[in-house]
């Protein structure tokens, strides 16, 4: 077995000097063209159709959810295609990472992981009765798809293609997880109800998604499972995803039960700070990782 993501050995990331340093600044390139696009073609998609007026990335909110996620959907597809002409331009090689035959095959099966690794998540929190979960009037579904697909692509976008595969160019393969990881509970303090606790859930389940990326060496999986995640937490059980309470909700509504410790429901941060989230990022992640390594996926 064989590793099959593609770093990049070419122009920016080719080897001899300064290598870590070009590795470096090709990350902040990638990173700054990532979201710049992102947010351009979301922003001009509803713009073109009447529904955004006054200064650039303030007012989305005031456009209907079904139109926010098409434009979404189009700033992801935007997003992407520019990652892979600066991959051409910058790395001279095609961008395999996001080959389209593959895509709707382990989009799907990522939804599916992601999806079931908070049912699992869910069912112990309700079963040791540190949460309760009530029916509810459903809400707008295109409002909890437009969050579960924009925090996916870019996210995943960024924390896998960007970051993970540059710092692995530049420094190995363990210390770009570590740091990945890392970065990605760090970004998450500034939520609402955020805490080192929490942080450290989500940077326990950051071997999921990187062991997908590797497993796989496509980025399809990693973003599927981050939606499917985020959307099974956010519109099928109706909790706050990462502190944030802007999902709106489908059949359920999910909140601590009373006189339980944060540590044990996730508090106003939600779910993904419970003790339940934390042991099965921690096994999601154990799983991921050691099939990666059995596989070879992680060579030099």
């Known amino acids: 077995m064989t590793q099959l993501v593609e770093l990049g050995s070419e122009r920016w990331l080719k080897p001899g000097r300064y290598r870590r340093v070009r590795a470096l600044a090709w990350l902040a390139v990638l990173a700054v063209l990532c979201v710049l696009t992102f947010n ?20 989305r909110a005031a456009a209907p959810s079904g139109a926010r996620l098409a434009a979404v959907l189009v700033g992801s597809i935007a997003m992407l295609g520019v990652y892979s002409l600066a991959v051409r331009w910058g790395e001279a090689r095609v961008a395999a990472e996001i080959g389209l035959k593959p895509m709707a095959k382990e989009l799907s099966a990522g939804i599916a992981i992601g999806g079931a690794i908070m049912a699992i998540i869910m069912a112990i929190l309700w079963s040791a009765g540190w949460a309760v979960i009530e ?4 809400t707008g579904v295109a409002e909890a798809a437009k969050q579960a697909v924009q925090s996916a692509a870019i996210e995943e976008t960024l924390m896998r293609l ?5 710092l692995w160019r530049a420094f190995g393969v363990w210390p770009a997880l570590v740091a990945t990881a890392l970065l990605f509970g760090g970004l998450h303090l500034s939520n609402p109800d955020a805490s080192l606790f ?8 950051e071997g999921i998604g990187a062991g997908l990326y590797l497993l796989t060496g496509r980025v399809w999986m990693s973003i599927g499972m981050h939606a499917g995640w985020n959307f099974a937490l956010g519109w099928v059980f109706g909790s706050a995803v990462s502190g944030l309470d802007s999902f709106a909700s489908g059949p359920l509504r999910t909140h601590p039960a009373e006189g339980v410790a944060t540590l044990l429901s996730g508090g106003g941060f939600g779910p993904e700070a419970s003790v339940a989230a934390l042991v099965v990022s921690l096994a999601g992640s154990a799983i991921c990782l050691t099939l990666a390594v059995r596989k070879g996926r992680l060579a030099a």
């Open 135 to 138: 029916a509810g009037p459903v």
């Open 40 to 59: 351009i073609a979301a922003d001009t998609t509803l713009r073109a159709a009447g529904l955004l007026s006054g200064e650039p990335f303030t007012t």
């Open 162 to 166: 960007v970051i993970f595969r540059t």
């Open 198 to 205: 929490g942080a450290i859930c989500l940077i326990a389940g």
